[in-house]
């Protein structure tokens, strides 16, 4: 009888055993952890967020965004969540976001109940990324910012819609 190379035996280790489906459940967990979600509000109140800005006497950025759209993406990680951050930014400017892809709840600045893809539709948004530098009746206060246009300069085109914005608005205030 041929004898076979005697083996150590290896330490049994105990490993949980993960119910199926287990995986999708963490990355749905963490993708909801609040740290990871967008760091920009949605717009849900825009009479309410105008009354802050006339107390405030800032302006409204507001990104326009849709599911899936990589430059949306980009702009909000790379320049909008850093700017939102700021606290700095806090008193030059109010920031919102704004999905033209779903029918989330919004008051529009009148007050009127409605959502964002229709809001989006009120004002003519079709492209995304779009910012628009808003006035507390929510009016444009400068030319509307579509698409990353050269990503060196956009957070320059950026801060100066911002400055622009906040110009507009000491030009009207009394």
Known sequence: MATMAHRP????????????GWLRLMVAAILAW???ASALPPAQDMAADARQMRESKVPMLVLYSRAGCDWCERARRD????LAADPAAA???????VDIDRRTAI??????PGNHRD???????RLTPTLEVLGPDGELLTEAIVGVR???FY????ERAIDAGLGRLREKAP
Do not use: C
């Open 155 to 158: 957070g320059t085109y950026i």
């Open 119 to 125: 809001f989006a539709r009120s004002r003519k948004i």
């Open 9 to 20: 035996r290896r330490a049994a280790v105990w490993m949980p055993r993960w119910p199926k």
């Open 107 to 112: 008051a529009d600045f009148s007050g009127k």
């Open 150 to 152: 050269l990503p060196d």
């Open 79 to 82: 320049y909008l969540e850093p």
């Open 91 to 97: 008193s030059r400017v109010l920031i919102r976001q």
């Open 34 to 36: 609040p740290p990871l």
